[in-house]
């Protein structure tokens, strides 16, 4: 299946994204001629990698009717100091909230996503280590 | 260098990113038990890859002088029909408008980004065709 995105240079380091309506902007930092009015890119590598795995958790919890009161997922990275900047690993973090919750069956879930479902993880692993830590908050 | 981004969910598929002050949702589709009310997460792989080697070209091109009057940067991509569904391919399409461009310099700034800077193309290129394609509109 083809899929396209686009950015437009609005000026400086400034580009702006838009998507059925929803707009995001990219801007640089100060110290290299940014103005930090946006999102770095490179960011976006590890957001899309989060959402990805974030969405099909919470379906998959869903339909095995875990209730769940929050859910925060974060990914650390490694990125070389040295051009070109590029992460060389990932750790994902998942952070659920709730009553009682069935660790075998959130682990289940995150083992399915990055296993079978997500595509972002998919690619990456391929590069890179992607690993996974369930937390639990009460 | 360590670095770190995290997403928390909203409800049903949707989930919030925020970085520095700024905002954006993630949100699957309406036949997939979402609301539309975001980015796909997917998308952001791409958009890294369009907004990563844009600052590097938009920058390089400000050194070298070349003025440029509006700048475009598409990414298309091809995606697998099976799960886990993920990019195979990235063509990144610049166009660029202005008097009289010089495309030896634009094809210098697009290599260098890609072959020197570009740190999110430099993974993607470990695992997919990467390519370029630089077009000017007078």
Known sequence: MKTSVSINWLDKMAFEGEADGHKFIFDADPQVGGEGRGFRPKQFMM???????????????????????????????????????????????????????????LEKAVNLSEERY????????????VTTEIRIEE
């Open 47 to 105: 957001y899309a990698l989060a959402g990805c795995t974030a969405m099909d958790v919470i379906s998959i919890l869903k339909k095995m009717r875990v209730e769940v009161e929050a859910f925060h997922v974060e990914v650390e990275s490694e990125l070389t100091e040295e051009h070109p900047k590029h992460y060389t690993s990932a750790h994902i973090i998942f952070t659920f909230k709730g009553k009682d919750l069935p660790m075998d069956k």
């Open 118 to 129: 997500c595509g972002v993880s998919t690619v990456y692993k391929k590069v890179m280590p």
